[in-house]
């Protein structure tokens, strides 16, 4: 089967990609033709990549044509795209160091926390550092990481992969965590949960955003991951977008939490986490995060210093 990328692979662009990968189905052969591509951002690479590597294992021949003729192949190169998916080619650029750009596209191993500060300090280089000015940014990034990333592999069954840079003429850090896991309504299936019945993947993803919800099917104080990135992202006047199966939740820069299917009866096949944030509005994340535990119900509504509740 014979896919032709588009030239541009973000935004708007993301989900008619997803669904595109999604077509070839049963095909024995899919050959990726990189010819238009212009422009893409690190989650339709994250999904890419996660898509990939699912056909990979499922013993599918994958060719990645017309890398000669794309205009951006120095930067799928920068971005460990081809290598991830072992169709690596010759350099011919001297890699520089990344802090303050991007993360490449990596697979989530199991140390997730060293994984986190490592894209928190080339996000936010200097983060680390106490009152630093991108210190909040550094928390953040290391924090909608971990939990993402702790999601994708302890729930998903699949392979995960990340990625994250930084748009410095929009002021925009972007980050995606995907998997080619099971997806999230399966997850919830699988656990045996009775309200897990008859959901279709879009209601599955916003149950999922709801506070100490897992699908480890049991009380717990786990399951509040999801639910605190998405109070973030509102908190933040952010954007998160959520895809797993047919279905997509999405908010964005204070606007309402949208629920549609992926387009022209596309499937992806696990889940995909794409957040962004204007560095301008993050500042003090302990704050941040301190609200959105408030506003989920985890805190009372008493001082920074509130008791946890479980």
Known sequence: MHLRLPAQVNADGLLPFLAQLSTVGDADEVKLDFEELRRVSPGALVGLVATVTRWLRQGKRVAFQ??????ITGYLQRMD???ACGAELPENFRRHDARGRFVPVQLVDHDVDRMGNEMASCLAPGGEDYEH???ALHNL???????????????SRGLGYAAAQVARSEGLVRLAVGDNGKGIRQSFGDAGLPWAAGMTDAEAILKALEPKISSRGRPTNEGVGLTLVSGLVRRTRGWLLVVSGDGVVRMGAGGPTEQIPLPGGGHYQGTLVVTAFRQQDVKDFASLLHDAKVEAGLLRRTTQSGTFMS
């Open 141 to 155: 990034a290391w924090y909608v990481f971990t939990e993402t990333a702790n999601n994708a592999r302890q729930h």
């Open 81 to 83: 795209v081809l290598k």
């Open 133 to 135: 000015p991108l210190g």
């Open 66 to 71: 017309n890398l000669e003729r794309c205009a």
